[in-house]
């Protein structure tokens, strides 16, 4: 008696999960064939950068480290100079280390001059923790303010 019981819960338990892989295998698919096929990125908050402004061609920080003090994972790394003639500062230096960013937002939000933003990057896998360290002024070279180009 005891055995037929089992095999009966056995049976059950089995059509039951049958069941559920049935509807599953009836939804939409969710999955994508990484790397052959590639997310929709226009909704993605990846690795925070900086914003480039189409008026002058490049970011706005200044690099007054509203970020810095904001964000709990202790992620940036901001120094700045002031070029000749202007009130403004501008980032000389910009690291951010992605390891430790929980991509909160606060620094976006807190940010004066509205330049940072999460970027459509959804690959940024690294082997080493010195690959983290995202140097964000780099894509930008020579800063036009700071070589006098931009006044
Ligand atoms: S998103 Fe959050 S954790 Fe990441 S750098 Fe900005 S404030 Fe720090
Ligand atoms: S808050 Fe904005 S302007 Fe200030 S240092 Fe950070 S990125 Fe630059």
Not at 22 to 40: F, I
Not at 49 to 77: K, Q, W, Y
Not at 111 to 136: G, I, V, W
Request: hydrophobic content about 35%; proline content about 7%; overall charge neutral.
């Amino acid at each position: 008696m005891n055995l037929v019981r089992r095999v009966l819960t056995g049976l059950k338990s089995l059509l039951v999960g049958l069941g559920v892989t049935g509807r599953h295998m009836l939804r939409p698919v969710v999955t994508l064939q990484y790397p052959h096929e590639l997310p929709d990125v226009s909704r993605w908050g990846g690795p925070i950068e900086l914003v480039t402004f189409p008026e002058t061609g490049t970011h706005d920080c200044i690099a007054c480290n509203a970020c810095t003090r904001i964000c709990p994972s202790d992620c940036f790394d901001i120094a700045g100079a002031r070029p000749p003639g202007l009130k403004k500062m501008r980032a000389t230096r910009f690291v951010l280390d992605f390891s430790t960013c929980s991509l909160c937002g606060l620094c976006i939000d807190v940010c004066p001059t509205e330049t940072l933003k999460y970027s459509a990057h959804f690959d940024d896998a690294a082997y080493h923790r010195d690959q983290t360290m995202n140097d964000l002024l780099a894509p930008f070279g020579d800063d036009p303010y700071l070589s006098g180009k931009l006044t």
